[in-house]
């Protein structure tokens, strides 16, 4: 697979654009570990192997444990490995993710209100959509592990 171009250079106005959306979930209401927790899930369903890579190892650092890691793409027979709360968020970035098939369902909606906010959703919704947007530029440009996109 070869690289097809450098996002920075091509569409510079794009990447300030994508790297605000990150500044903003920065500073948003859900916690780091959720957030890597998206990133790592919606990569696996999308096979982006460089976010997967990446994101591992930020979880990692932020002391996420490999069982956990390891068990991600099996959330639902993993038991009491993951949280209720942090179950609902994997059911949401699946769900969003594989938008074409259903779309975030009621069902998980009225489930998230039990856990968290309105505002809360609302910035779950836009990290799974933030790293979806991320994965298909990065699949897109072919960028391999290793590389930057600076």
Same mark, same amino acid.
């Given at each position: 697979?070869?690289?097809?171009?450098?996002?920075?250079?091509? *569409?510079?106005?794009?990447?300030? *654009?994508?790297? $605000?959306?990150?500044?903003?979930?920065?500073?948003?209401?859900?916690?780091? %570990?959720?957030?890597?927790?998206?990133?790592?899930?919606?990569?696996?369903?999308?096979?982006?192997?460089?976010?997967? !890579?990446?994101?591992?190892?930020? *979880?990692?650092?932020?002391?996420?444990? !490999?069982?956990?890691?390891?068990?991600?793409?099996?959330?639902?027979?993993?038991?009491?490995?993951?949280?209720?709360?942090?179950?609902?968020?994997?059911?949401?970035?699946?769900?969003?993710?594989?938008?074409?098939?259903? $779309?975030?369902?009621?069902?998980?909606?009225? !489930?998230?209100?039990?856990?968290?906010?309105?505002?809360?959703? *609302?910035?779950?919704?836009?990290?799974? %959509?933030?790293?979806?947007?991320?994965?298909?530029?990065?699949?897109?440009?072919?960028?391999?592990? $290793?590389?930057?996109?600076?």
């Amino acid at each position: 697979m070869q690289k097809r171009f450098n996002i920075k250079t091509v *569409a510079p106005s794009a990447l300030k *654009a994508m790297i $605000g959306l990150e500044t903003y979930l920065s500073q948003c209401t859900i916690s780091k %570990t959720t957030k890597e927790l998206i990133k790592i899930r919606a990569s696996q369903i999308n096979g982006c192997a460089f976010c997967i !890579n990446m994101h591992t190892h930020d *979880a990692i650092k932020s002391g996420e444990t !490999n069982q956990r890691i390891f068990l991600l793409s099996a959330w639902r027979e993993a038991g009491d490995i993951f949280t209720d709360e942090e179950k609902v968020v994997l059911a949401i970035t699946e769900e969003i993710t594989l938008i074409h098939q259903n $779309g975030l369902s009621d069902g998980t909606y009225t !489930n998230a209100l039990q856990f968290f906010s309105e505002a809360q959703i *609302a910035d779950i919704i836009v990290a799974v %959509t933030t790293i979806n947007l991320w994965n298909r530029i990065v699949l897109s440009t072919h960028l391999l592990i $290793g590389e930057s996109l600076a």
